[in-house]
Each structure stands twice: as structure tokens, then as C-alpha cells.
């Protein structure tokens, strides 16, 4: 796995990833001469090993995926940013996210973890 997570390129990829799995999926939008973005990789990277089992990482280069920043309505102005989805729905777009935003992000529980929750009531 790359430092940012899958990299996807194509809206078909983004389609497959997001209509793939039951987590939170974050698509990460940067480009690699970006300062900021620099900056928060450290953060998403730091995210993507702490929350993986409640959300999908992947991240898409600016440059390299262009029709996936257009889809989303994100330019060279609004990096770095985070799109999320649930259930194959986008539920937030954070443009200029900063360190302390990414920080905060709210993790919902994971499958397992409403499972274990469940069980202690009972």
C-alpha cells in the first residue's frame, strides 16, 4: 500500500471502490508540488493506520486524476481535500483541509464495533 492509500486515477476506479465495501471512504485529492498538502499527507497517513478497519483510504493525484477532481468540483485552489462517502453515497467534501481539521474528523463505529457494543447491553 502506498503512503496515501490506493491511488485511483479514473472515476471508474472511484465507482469500484466506493460501490466496494461497507467502510467510510475517503478519497484524499492532493498534488505533489502542493506545500500543504506536504504538510497533511503525515496526518492521512497517520489516519490510515489508525482507522483502517472503519474507513477506506485511497488518494487521488490532481494532476494524474483530473476527470475525479472535476466530478468532485475540486480545483488547485481547494487542496488538499477529502471527499467521503458511506454506503457508496458522498456525505462530506472537506476543501483546504488543515491539520487540525483532519485530527477531529469524526470516526463513526465500525461494523465490529456496533457488534461489540450489542453485546455489552445484553
Known amino acids: 500500500?502506498?503512503?496515501?492509500?490506493?491511488?485511483?486515477?479514473?472515476?471508474?476506479?472511484?465507482?469500484?471502490?466506493?460501490?466496494?465495501?461497507?467502510k467510510?471512504?475517503?478519497?484524499?485529492?492532493?498534488?505533489?508540488?502542493c506545500p500543504q498538502c506536504r504538510v497533511i499527507r503525515f496526518e492521512y497517513y497517520s489516519a490510515l493506520q489508525h482507522h483502517s478497519d472503519k474507513v477506506l483510504y485511497v488518494a487521488?493525484?490532481?494532476?494524474?486524476?483530473?476527470?475525479?477532481?472535476?466530478?468532485?468540483d475540486i480545483t488547485s485552489a481547494d487542496i488538499p481535500a477529502l471527499v467521503v462517502f458511506r454506503k457508496g453515497n458522498m456525505i462530506n467534501t472537506i476543501r483546504n483541509i488543515h491539520r487540525a481539521e483532519f485530527e477531529n474528523i469524526d470516526y463513526p463505529p465500525g461494523p465490529e464495533d456496533e457488534q461489540d457494543e450489542e453485546a455489552e447491553e445484553n
Open 24 to 33: 467510510l471512504v475517503f478519497i484524499y485529492l492532493y498534488a505533489d508540488w
Open 1 to 22: 500500500m502506498e503512503m496515501l492509500g490506493t491511488k485511483i486515477e479514473t472515476l471508474a476506479e472511484v465507482r469500484q471502490t466506493i460501490s466496494s465495501t461497507d
Open 60 to 72: 487521488a493525484n490532481l494532476d494524474k486524476a483530473p476527470a475525479v477532481a472535476e466530478k468532485f
